[in-house]
């Protein structure tokens, strides 16, 4: 299994493809916009393959405070989600930003395998290894669209928000204890 970290517009339908298997398509970005994000900030994305298949991947991201405060009322579907709503690492603006985990998908097949550690870790050791240039994260937030995502976000700890206009629910916690929760998965 590897992390691939180049990726092109055929991995992106891979994903989509992925993700159709559990979600709605009301809460999935269309994999041109999800590209679009990826090309712009290649960090944004983290993806495991197993030879040419597509075993999972995840989307973690610091967006603007506008669209992390209406993530948080349970207004912003993040199918609606812009690359124009994530901020950019490389000009880290100097107040603390959060993050969204927007989406986690790991097939079947290998939902025991240990491949969501690996996704996680890949990530949290990212975004802790830009505090030395500037970006400071100060929280994390999910929305969930299904009981697994809900799991998930309770196993961490994260703290229930509420629901959101769009049938989802809305999770959150500090960014610090979410790296000590996954480096202790």
């Known amino acids: 299994m590897e992390v691939r970290n180049h990726l092109d517009l055929t991995d992106f339908i891979r994903m989509h493809d992925l993700e159709l298997k559990f979600y709605d398509k009301s809460h999935i970005t269309p994999y041109e916009e999800a ?72 097939d079947e097949e290998y939902r025991k395998s240990g491949i969501l550690k690996r996704l996680l870790r890949h990530q949290t050791e990212f975004y802790r290894g830009l505090e030395g240039s500037g970006l400071k994260v100060d929280r994390i937030i999910t929305d969930n669209v299904t009981r697994s995502g809900e799991l998930f976000s309770e196993k961490m700890g994260f703290t229930r928000v509420g629901e959101s206009d769009h049938d989802s629910v809305i999770y959150e916690m500090d960014f610090k204890e979410f790296e000590m929760k996954v480096n202790n998965l």
């Open 35 to 106: 590209y679009r994000w990826f090309l712009a900030f290649p960090w944004s994305n983290c993806s495991i393959y197993d030879g040419d298949r597509l075993a999972g991947f995840l989307d973690l991201f610091p967006v603007s405070p506008m669209v992390y405060e209406k993530i948080r009322e349970g207004t912003f579907n993040d199918a609606e989600l812009k690359a124009e709503d994530i901020i950019d690492i490389k000009n880290p603006p100097a107040q603390p930003v959060g993050l969204f985990l927007s989406c986690i998908v790991v």
